[in-house]
């Protein structure tokens, strides 16, 4: 019931925001900790930003650390990824996940028991 939005098409340098909705209300998010994953065009699928449930603590990847943000408001039920300074390699489809898992796991895939369908993120360069 996780529907992410946002991605989009934009030049090398550029900024977009994605969003996660709970749409379907299957669980109750702020039980859950968020994050988002990315799959590029013939690659496996990669672990990008998660935060805790309560929103007090975030996990990056090395590679966007410092030019993404994650972020959540629970009263809406939604998860937010504030993509600054895109680079071509960010390139992908970006997925948001829920898991009960504790934040250093969370960069697991298998620890995830909810998906998103995937929002398409393409910079140019």
């Known amino acids: 019931q996780l529907q992410a939005f946002g991605g989009g098409l934009v030049q090398a340098g550029g900024s977009l925001r994605l969003s996660c909705v709970d749409s379907?209300?299957?669980?109750?998010?702020?039980?859950?900790?968020m994050a988002w994953f990315r799959q590029a065009p013939g690659k496996d699928r990669e672990f990008v930003s998660a935060?805790?449930?309560?929103?007090?603590?975030?996990y990056y990847t090395d590679s966007v650390k410092g030019r993404f943000t994650i972020s959540r408001d629970n009263a809406k039920n939604t998860v937010y990824l504030q993509m600054n300074s895109l680079k071509p390699e960010d390139t992908a489809v970006y997925y948001c996940?829920?898991?009960?898992?504790?934040?250093?796991?969370?960069?697991?895939?298998?620890?995830?028991?909810?998906w998103g369908q995937g929002t398409e993120v393409t910079v140019s360069s």
């Open positions: 379907g209300r299957a669980f109750n998010t702020y039980d859950y900790g």
């Open positions: 996940a829920a898991s009960q898992a504790i934040l250093s796991a969370m960069s697991t895939e298998s620890m995830y028991k909810y």
């Open positions: 935060i805790r449930s309560n929103g007090d603590r975030t």
